[in-house]
């Protein structure tokens, strides 16, 4: 009978998230991981080739289980053909995600998918993250339209505001400390029904005149 694996990717994979949320990404290290593990180094390598294509990895996880939640809740509100209700759902999905799995919360709030996007990402994981945004950018666009059928640049802007700034500013606090309060989380619900309530006027949501010497026109 063959002996099991001890050392599996996705306990590898575990190992570095916790490490990361505990001590940075600079703690992240493949002495740390074998520390952590009992992996040998070369069991590392083995899996992943490098320190920087796991931990891309390691964040591509967790970003993929954050879109799926953020597309149900999306989905069941426009499905009820409630805009508002679906941004503010958007916007309160990195909450929701700390309800079922903090360390993973955390993650995604220590990290970004610039800080793991390097050059030194293997090809595959790396088309991976791009897809993502890609995946991301179609969720956003879907909720500019819900509040604007137009979803020009001014509904992307706000949706931008309620889903990652706003968030960003009130959520990821309280992620990084181990606890979403109900609190933050109405605030945070208001806030995104301030911004909506509050939109662009027509001037404001003009491009600002152009400062070049030359114009040019394209079309893809």
């Known amino acids: 009978m063959a002996r099991p694996r001890l050392h599996t990717p996705d306990a590898l994979l575990d190992a570095a998230e916790a490490i990361v949320v505990g001590s940075g990404r600079a703690g992240l290290t493949v002495r740390a991981l074998s520390a952590r593990t009992g992996a040998s180094n ?21 970003a993929r289980r954050f879109l799926a939640l953020l597309r149900t809740a999306v989905d069941a509100e426009l499905a009820a053909g409630d805009g508002r209700r679906a941004l503010q759902a958007a916007a309160d999905a990195p909450a929701r995600l ?3 799995d903090l360390r ?12 793991v996007l390097t050059e030194d990402v293997a090809g595959p994981v790396a088309a991976d993250l791009r897809a993502l945004d890609r995946e991301l950018g179609e969720v956003l666009r879907r ?3 819900a509040i604007d059928d137009r979803a020009g640049r001014a ?22 400390a181990g606890r979403v309060r109900p609190l933050t989380r109405r605030q945070l619900a208001a806030a995104v029904g301030a911004v909506l309530d509050c939109p662009p006027t ?4 003009r491009c600002p005149p152009s400062t070049g010497t030359t114009t040019s026109s394209s079309s893809t």
Not at 104 to 113: F, G, I
Request: charged residues 20%; glycine residues 4%.
């Open 42 to 62: 070369g069991s590392v390598y083995h899996a992943f080739g490098d320190v920087e294509t796991l931990l891309a990895t390691a964040w591509l996880r967790r």
């Open 98 to 100: 700390a309800e079922e």
């Open 104 to 115: 993973a919360a955390q993650l995604l709030t220590v990290l970004t998918r610039d800080d």
């Open 143 to 145: 909720l500019a339209a």
């Open 155 to 176: 509904a992307l802007d706000v949706v931008t505001t309620c889903v990652v700034r706003l968030p960003a500013a009130l959520l990821f606090p309280d992620i990084r």
């Open 202 to 205: 027509p001037q404001e949501n």
